[in-house]
């Protein structure tokens, strides 16, 4: 429900539980996936054709009719070092449901819920935060709920209008996670035929609406970059989009592959990269280099 990856703890008895209950969604999620492409590809093409976070923000709204939930959660997940030590919290400050999308955070979960969430500080203790970081598979809300003494979080959220719902963890290319969550005021019996109908088109909705986000990133940040790299760093990011090596870029650049490493390590800090990989990407998309 927020961007956090806690602990490797499992809510069951073990993680083997938990992967278990989940893999036994896999089959039937892999057939409402193809079914979800084979009628909705238009609404996926929909989310990656968004230029700026205000339109893919409107195209996050249309999206809880269309997947028919209440309510919607996505956020990224960052790992307990680089996160504040409280939810959603930025320099000391709240933030409000109204101004998440700038910290690509989207929702359409009801204000009061965002508030208690944070003042409850529910991001140390979500089961399906924790959850997330075990596995990539969907959660299902009543798995938790089944339990004989669920957290005491999902009454609390039952009480703000989200009674049940599913939540897909995000594992992205470059290394980055993020969390979708689709949730509903029906209880888990009354929302389960829905829920197992819809599962493929919210796991693949959240899978395109993760990487509209990372191609916004990567605009963002190779627009306000481009002119900042020096030669020497397009260089070496080139031809490690080739395929080389540090070691190999150094006897092509004719230099070494300590001073290789440290030009690429100066293009990802520019680029706000994580990896070299993610920092290739947005190389290519501002077209500082043509691999």
């Not at 989940?22 to 039937?28: D, E, M």
């Not at 980055?176 to 019996?189: D, G, K, L, N, Q």
């Not at 002119?227 to 990011?237: A, D, H, M, T, V």
């Not at 031809?239 to 293009?267: D, M, P, Y």
Request: proline share 5%.
């Amino acid at each position: 429900m927020a961007r956090f990856i806690q602990k490797n703890y499992c809510p069951q008895t073990t993680k083997l539980g938990l992967q278990c209950a989940n893999l036994g969604n896999s089959f039937s999620l892999l057939r409402n996936v193809q079914l979800a492409m084979h009628h909705h590809l238009y609404r996926y093409e929909g989310l990656l054709g968004a230029r700026s976070v205000e339109a893919l923000d409107a195209e996050f709204q249309n999206l809880t009719r269309a997947l028919g939930y209440d309510a919607l959660f996505y956020a990224p997940l960052l790992p307990r070092r680089e996160r504040e030590a409280a939810a959603f919290q930025i320099e000391d400050q709240w933030i409000s449901a109204q101004g998440m999308p700038s910290r690509h955070i989207f929702t359409t979960f009801p204000a009061a819920w965002i508030e208690r969430y944070q003042n409850a500080g529910y991001a140390e203790v979500d089961p399906i935060l924790i959850a997330a970081n075990l596995s990539p598979l969907p959660i299902l809300w009543r798995t938790f709920l089944s339990q004989k003494r669920p957290h005491p979080i999902f009454a609390d959220a039952r009480e703000h209008g989200l009674g049940s719902g599913v939540s897909i963890p995000i594992y992205g290319a470059a290394g980055e996670r993020a969390i979708f969550s689709a949730a509903t005021a029906r209880s888990p019996e009354e929302s389960a035929e829905h829920e197992a109908r819809m599962l493929g088109e919210i796991y693949l909705t959240a899978v395109y609406f993760h990487q509209a986000i990372q191609q916004l990133d990567m605009q963002w940040v190779a627009s306000r970059s481009a002119g900042k790299l020096s030669p020497r760093e397009i260089e070496s990011l080139l031809w490690a989009a080739r395929g080389k090596t540090a070691w190999e870029i150094g006897l092509i650049l004719k230099i070494s592959e300590h001073t290789v490493t440290f030009h690429i390590n100066n293009a990802k800090r520019k680029l706000g990269a994580v990896n070299r990989h993610q920092a290739i990407a947005a190389a290519i998309s501002s077209g500082l280099i043509s691999p």
